[in-house]
C-alpha cells in the first residue's frame, strides 16, 4: 500500500528565522535554501533525517504555492540529487512530474480560468478599486497564475479582511494572508485538486497532509489525516472536520511533530 504525504513547504516543513520561533537551537538547525548564497529556510536536523529516511511505503509530495523557480530553491527536503518525482507548485496550477510541468494538467486550470474569468488582467482593476492605501508596499504576479501584496502589516487593518474576502470571493478569487503577504487566488486553482491527481497517479491508498494557511485547509479537508500547525492562518479558522490534528508545538518544532506523526502513521501501516 501507498502512503500520500501531501505538505506544504513554508512554515509547515521549512521555517525562516524569523519564523522558526523559540526553543531551537543553532546546532539543530539545517539549511533547506539558500538565496543570494545565503541559508534563507531551515528545519532541524530531526525534521530533515525524518524526511530524508522515510519509509519506502511513503510517497512525499510537497505542496507549495511558491513558483517553480521559488520551489527549485528549496533543496534540503530531499537528499543528494533525489528529488521527489511529483510537485505542486503555484498553490496546483502546476503539477512538477521529474522536474517537469505536466502540461495538459496547467492547460485544463488555465481554460477554468479564463471561464470564470479570474484571471490577473481581471483582477488588477479590482485590487486598485479597493487597495489604494499606503500600506501596500507592492503587488506582484506569480508566473501569470495569481496575485500577492507585500503589505506593511504594522499599518494594514486586519479587521477588514472579512470584507476583503467577502467581496473578492463574489468575483472567484480566495484571499489568504501570510505574514507579509496577502495572496489573490482563483477559486480553480487549489491544492486539493492536483493533490487528488496525484493520488490517483500513485494509486496511493491513505493521505496525510500538512498546512498552516487557508490555502492548504482544502488539502487537509480533501486527506484522511490531516496535520495543522498549532501556529499560521489556517488554525485560527472558525471550524474544521475530526480528521484534522493540531500540532502541541510552535514554529520548526510543529514541522517535527507532524514528521513524526507520519512515521509512527508508516510504521501503524506496516
Ligand atoms: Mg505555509
Known amino acids: ?29 539545517r539549511e533547506a535554501e539558500r538565496i543570494d548564497g545565503k ?3 531551515f528545519m532541524t536536523s530531526k525534521s530533515q533525517s525524518a524526511l530524508w529516511n522515510l519509509d519506502s ?18 533543496t534540503g527536503i530531499y537528499e543528494g540529487n533525489e528529488r521527489p518525482r511529483f510537485a505542486i507548485v503555484a498553490n496546483g496550477a502546476v503539477i512538477l ?13 488555465r481554460k477554468r480560468c479564463v471561464s470564470r474569468k479570474t484571471i490577473i488582467q ?30 506593511d502589516r504594522e499599518q494594514f487593518p486586519e479587521e477588514n479582511m472579512e470584507f ?27 491544492k486539493a485538486a492536483a493533490m487528488e491527481y496525484v493520488k490517483k497517479r500513485i494509486d496511493a491508498t491513505y493521505v496525510v497532509a500538512a498546512g498552516d494557511s487557508l490555502l492548504d485547509m482544502c488539502l487537509l479537508e480533501n486527506a ?3 496535520l495543522l500547525p498549532a501556529h499560521g492562518e489556517a488554525v485560527q479558522s472558525d471550524s474544521f472536520s475530526g480528521h484534522i490534528e493540531v500540532t502541541e508545538k510552535k514554529g520548526i518544532k510543529a514541522g517535527e511533530e507532524i514528521l513524526e506523526k507520519v512515521m509512527s502513521i508508516s510504521r501503524e501501516f506496516e
Not at 510517497?59 to 507549495?64: E, H, M, R, S, Y
Request: charged residues 30%; glycine residues 4%.
Open 39 to 41: 541559508p534563507h529556510s
Open 224 to 226: 484522511d489525516l490531516g
Open 122 to 151: 481581471e483582477l488588477k482593476p479590482e485590487i486598485e478599486r479597493y487597495f489604494t492605501e499606503d500600506w501596500v508596499v507592492s503587488v506582484r504576479e506569480a508566473d501569470d497564475w495569481f496575485v500577492y501584496m507585500i503589505l
Open 57 to 74: 511505503s511513503v510517497c512525499f509530495l510537497p505542496v507549495t504555492t511558491r513558483t517553480q523557480t521559488q520551489y527549485e530553491r528549496v
Open 97 to 109: 512530474e521529474n522536474g517537469e510541468p505536466i502540461k495538459e494538467w496547467s492547460d485544463d486550470i
Open 1 to 29: 500500500m501507498t502512503i500520500l504525504f501531501a505538505s506544504d513547504l513554508d512554515q509547515t516543513l521549512i521555517y525562516s528565522r524569523r519564523t522558526m520561533g523559540s526553543g531551537v537551537s543553532e546546532e539543530e538547525l
Open 164 to 190: 476583503y474576502q467577502r467581496t473578492f470571493r463574489e468575483i472567484g478569487w480566495s484571499l489568504s494572508l501570510q505574514g507579509r503577504k496577502l495572496y489573490f487566488m482563483p477559486e480553480s486553482i487549489t
